[in-house]
């Protein structure tokens, strides 16, 4: 069975700085990887997501995110984060049937 | 393109009482998910159609829940009997699940507590 681990319950960062969370998956097989983020009381928006080919992938809001097979991990990074950046982050593995994989999420906090 | 709606966004019941959730996903999608969330946890996955047919129940789905989807387009959610433990936010998704799509798009989910 598939798992996802967020081994950061919670990050705190200054406003301009960079900012790295992490994400640890095991699945048998090629996975399908993907980065959520949630505001309060609200549902998921898709950040990013990995099927295959350059393992450095682009997503909106300046984020980008590195799949590193060999250490079955796909870690979000952003270079200067911003205080709309405070939220809940979710890494997700996503199977061949299409479900998803959810890790516990990190919540972001950034200060002034 | 509205994307994927629910509805209602609150709901608020007494223990024992029945509830039912609908979600209505992006009109091309063919695959629905339904998911429910908890305090301080990631989603975790309760169902999902191939269009009107059920393909996979995961085991937190128990048998007070059950989720149609009678004409392959929006789909419900109903708990009967519903207990404490259930107060959760309840996620749609959306896909296309074809060319190995899967990108989900989800709905602003629907809060259940339960008094």
């Known amino acids: 069975a598939q798992s996802v681990t967020q081994p950061d319950i919670h990050i705190t960062v200054s406003e301009g700085a960079s900012l790295e969370l992490r994400c640890n998956y095991s699945?048998?097989?090629?996975?399908?990887l993907f980065w959520y983020v949630q505001s309060p009381g609200q549902g998921l928006q898709l950040l990013l997501k990995y099927f295959s080919g350059d393992t450095l992938v682009q997503g909106i809001k300046g984020f980008e995110a590195e799949f590193k097979r060999s250490q079955s991990s796909f870690n979000l990074r952003k270079p200067s984060v911003h205080w709309s950046d405070a939220a809940e982050y979710f890494c997700?593995?996503?199977?061949?049937?299409?479900?998803?994989?959810f890790g516990d999420g990190t919540t972001l906090t950034v200060k002034p | 393109d509205t994307g994927v709606s629910q509805d209602p966004r609150h709901k608020i019941t007494k223990r024992g009482q029945n509830v039912t959730f609908r979600c209505d996903p992006i009109s091309e999608h063919n695959r629905l998910y339904w998911y429910r969330q908890t305090l301080g946890q990631g989603p975790e996955f309760l169902t999902y159609f191939q269009n009107e047919a059920q393909l996979e129940k995961s085991r937190l789905l128990s048998d007070r829940f059950s989720a149609e989807r009678p004409k392959g387009s929006f789909s419900t959610l109903e708990i009967q009997r519903t207990e404490q433990g259930d107060s959760a936010m309840y996620l749609c998704?959306?896909?296309?699940?074809?060319?190995?799509?899967?990108?989900?798009?989800f709905g602003p989910g629907t809060r259940l507590t339960v008094t």
């Open positions: 699945y048998g097989a090629t996975p399908y």
């Open positions: 998704a959306s896909s296309q699940g074809r060319d190995r799509d899967y990108e989900q798009y």
């Open positions: 997700a593995v996503n199977t061949n049937a299409g479900k998803s994989t």
